[in-house]
Structure formats: structure tokens, C-alpha cells
T-cell receptor, first 112, second 116 residues
Framework: GESVGLHLPTLSVQEGDNSIINCAYS??????FIWYKQESGKGPQFIID?????DKRQGQRVTVLLNKTVKHLSLQIAATQPGDSAVYFC???????????FGKGTTLSVSS | GAVVSQHPSRVICKSGTSVKIECRSL??????MFWYRQFPKKSLMLMAT?????????EQGVEKDKFLINHASLTLSTLTVTSAHPEDSSFYIC????????????FGEGSWLTVV
């Protein structure tokens, strides 16, 4: 079946470091991917998205990279701050394009 | 930006009772709303897709008679957990699709359900 997963369940970094969170997806037909940030007890918050016709997209302090050859997605956070501590999920639209499927999540912990 | 509101944010109910959770799109009309369930330290699991004016589409393994979904208007979808049991305790999150492509999605803040 289709699934979206993450390589590491947890990532710990020092404040100011760059963080890289990875995600592998299985549905080669997926054409739209989104990264979400979820703080404890809250709903997911949109960070950045990317379509399959792109391999890189930049936002404010965040960059998403898409490698369709190996079906790999990554989120890079520059100059990580304590406020970035949260669980990060990648998500993709399912094959039918009717629902957003979430990966397992990576917990990012930023220490001062 | 688009806002999706859920109510209640927290609810405790007795086993055997039913509880309703509302999901509202506050500043846009949402033709499609999605309901997710999330267990502690786990990912979001899609329960059902709700289209305005039609029956919800449930994911495999989700009991439609247990989790009643109604999408009566373009700004409101409700999830009713019927005859709730402690194992139904979870974090329920809704999301609403902003445009017809369905690609722009906004999430609510979630509703904590505890069944005692």
C-alpha cells in the first residue's frame, strides 16, 4: 500500500545549528508533498509544500528538497531555534488525489 | 489566513454516551473536510473524507456507525463518536480544503476526547 515514512523518529540539535529532517515515500505517482509542524496538543501547522515538477523550494529559514528518483523528501531548517522544537510530519496526497496521508513524524528537540 | 476551528477543544464523557465534535471553516467555504485521529506520539490517521451534501467516505477499518460524520454546510462538519468507550479516547483533528483542487488544506487545533 501507499505510505509515507520518516527515517528517524527523533532529532536533537543545538540552537543555531541547521536541521535536516528526512522522509521517504512509496507512491511514485504522488505529485504534491507538504511538511507540517505539530506542537504538543495542537493541530498540524503548514510549513512548506512542493510539487513533483520541482526539486527544491525555499521559504523563510526552511527549504524542502524532493528527489523523485529515490522517492525522498527532506526539510531543512536553518539556524534552528528553540521554538522549532516540535514534531514534523511529511504528508502526500494519496493515489486518488483525494486525501492527505501523513508519515510517522520526527520529533525535533532544540537545546539552547 | 484561512482558519479552521474545532469545538470542543477538550471533552470528557462517560462510557456509553455519544459526543459530537464540530469543525468549522471560519473564513472560507470548504467543499471537503477531513477527519483524523491521532494517538499519543503517533502520526495522524485519516478516518474519513467529508464532502458537503454527500455521505462521508471512510477509510478501511473505520466504523462508520461508530464515527458518524455529517457535512451539512460548506463551513461545518461534525464528527459524532457514538457509544463511546475508553479506547475511543484520542486526539481528533479536522482539516478543510480551501480550493477545488483540494491541495490547500488547513487544520483545526484538534479536540481531545477522554472517555471514562
Amino acid at each position: 500500500g501507499e505510505s509515507v515514512g520518516l527515517h528517524l523518529p527523533t532529532l536533537s540539535v543545538q540552537e543555531g545549528d541547521n536541521s535536516i529532517i528526512n522522509c521517504a515515500y512509496s507512491n511514485s505517482a504522488s505529485d504534491y508533498f507538504i511538511w507540517y509542524k505539530q506542537e504538543s496538543g495542537k493541530g498540524p501547522q503548514f510549513i512548506i509544500d512542493i510539487r513533483s515538477n520541482m526539486d527544491k523550494r525555499q521559504g523563510q529559514r526552511v527549504t524542502v528538497l524532493l528527489n523523485k528518483t529515490v522517492k525522498h523528501l527532506s526539510l531543512q531548517i536553518a539556524a534552528t531555534q528553540p521554538g522549532d522544537s516540535a514534531v514534523y510530519f511529511c504528508a502526500e496526497w494519496d493515489q486518488a488525489g483525494t486525501a492527505l496521508i501523513f508519515g510517522k513524524g520526527t520529533t525535533l528537540s532544540v537545546s539552547s | 489566513g484561512a482558519v479552521v476551528s474545532q469545538h470542543p477543544s477538550r471533552v470528557i464523557c462517560k462510557s456509553g454516551t455519544s459526543v459530537k465534535i464540530e469543525c468549522r471553516s471560519l473564513d472560507f467555504q470548504a467543499t471537503t473536510m477531513f477527519w483524523y485521529r491521532q494517538f499519543p506520539k503517533k502520526s495522524l490517521m485519516l478516518m474519513a473524507t467529508s464532502n458537503e451534501g454527500s455521505k462521508a467516505t471512510y477509510e478501511q477499518g473505520v466504523e462508520k456507525d461508530k464515527f458518524l460524520i455529517n457535512h451539512a454546510s460548506l463551513t461545518l462538519s461534525t464528527l459524532t463518536v457514538t457509544s463511546a468507550h475508553p479506547e475511543d479516547s484520542s486526539f481528533y483533528i479536522c482539516s478543510a480544503s480551501l480550493d477545488s483542487s483540494g491541495n490547500t488544506i488547513y487544520f483545526g487545533e484538534g479536540s481531545w476526547l477522554t472517555v471514562v
